[in-house]
C-alpha cells in the first residue's frame, strides 16, 4: 500500500468532495484525513489517502482529468502511530484582527520550539463593535525542553487583547 498526500484548488461547486471521494474509491483507496475549504470562491484542500501501489499511476492520472483541478501527489508515510493525542496540545487564540498577526502566532509558537501539527484560522465580527476578530485553532506538539507557561506566556505577549486557552489532549 502506498501513503499519499493530495492537495488541491479549484473553483468551488457542489459536488467536488465526492468526485474525489468517488475517485479514491474507484482506485480501491481509502480516505485517511483530510482538510477543506471554501476560501475566496475557490474549494482547497489537502487528503491523506492509502492506495495499492499498482493503483498509484491510474489514480494520478484520472485524478489530472477532473475538470477546473488543480492538483498535486506527494508520496507520504503512516505517521498514525507517531503521536498520541494526549502529547498534543490545542491552543484556541482570539485577538483583535491586525495585519502579520498569523506570523506574530506562529513566531511566538517557533519561539518555544512547538511544532505545528494543524493550523486553522478565520475572521468574525466582534458581538459588540463589529470590528474583525481573528480566531485561531492550532494543534501543536510542545518538545519537553519547553513548558506549557513558556508558550502561554509568548502568545500572550503578543498584545494585551489577546486571549489564549491551552489544553492537552486533542
Same mark, same amino acid.
Given at each position: 500500500?502506498?501513503?499519499?498526500?493530495?492537495?488541491?484548488? +479549484?473553483?468551488?461547486?457542489?459536488?467536488?468532495?465526492? &468526485?474525489?471521494?468517488? @475517485?479514491?474509491?474507484?482506485?480501491?483507496?481509502?480516505?485517511? +484525513? #483530510?482538510?477543506?475549504?471554501?476560501?475566496?470562491? &475557490?474549494? %482547497?484542500?489537502?487528503?491523506?489517502?492509502?492506495?495499492?501501489? *499498482? /493503483? *498509484?499511476?491510474?489514480?494520478?492520472?484520472?485524478?489530472?482529468?477532473?475538470?477546473?483541478?488543480?492538483?498535486?501527489? &506527494?508520496? +507520504?508515510?503512516?505517521? %498514525?502511530?507517531?503521536? /498520541? %493525542?494526549?502529547? !498534543? !496540545?490545542?491552543? %484556541?487564540?482570539? $485577538?483583535?484582527?491586525?495585519?502579520?498577526?498569523?506570523?506574530?502566532?506562529?513566531?511566538?509558537?517557533?519561539?518555544?520550539?512547538?511544532?505545528?501539527? &494543524? *493550523?486553522? #484560522?478565520?475572521? /468574525? #465580527?466582534?458581538?459588540?463593535?463589529?470590528?474583525?476578530?481573528?480566531?485561531?485553532?492550532?494543534?501543536?506538539? @510542545?518538545?519537553?525542553?519547553?513548558?506549557?507557561?513558556?508558550?502561554?506566556?509568548?502568545?500572550?505577549?503578543?498584545?494585551?487583547?489577546?486571549?489564549?486557552?491551552?489544553?492537552?489532549? $486533542?
Amino acid at each position: 500500500m502506498k501513503n499519499i498526500v493530495v492537495t488541491f484548488i +479549484g473553483k468551488d461547486k457542489a459536488g467536488l468532495a465526492d &468526485q474525489l471521494a468517488q @475517485l479514491i474509491y474507484q482506485h480501491q483507496g481509502n480516505w485517511l +484525513g #483530510s482538510s477543506m475549504s471554501h476560501l475566496a470562491g &475557490q474549494f %482547497a484542500g489537502i487528503i491523506q489517502v492509502e492506495l495499492p501501489e *499498482l /493503483e *498509484l499511476a491510474k489514480f494520478s492520472l484520472a485524478l489530472g482529468q477532473l475538470d477546473d483541478l488543480n492538483t498535486v501527489i &506527494q508520496e +507520504g508515510h503512516n505517521t %498514525a502511530h507517531e503521536l /498520541e %493525542a494526549e502529547d !498534543l !496540545l490545542n491552543i %484556541a487564540i482570539v $485577538c483583535n484582527d491586525r495585519q502579520g498577526i498569523v506570523q506574530e502566532v506562529t513566531k511566538a509558537l517557533h519561539s518555544v520550539d512547538a511544532n505545528i501539527e &494543524q *493550523l486553522g #484560522s478565520q475572521l /468574525e #465580527s466582534a458581538p459588540n463593535s463589529g470590528h474583525l476578530l481573528f480566531r485561531a485553532n492550532v494543534t501543536a506538539l @510542545l518538545p519537553e525542553h519547553s513548558s506549557i507557561e513558556q508558550l502561554q506566556e509568548a502568545i500572550e505577549n503578543l498584545g494585551d487583547d489577546v486571549m489564549v486557552d491551552i489544553e492537552y489532549g $486533542c
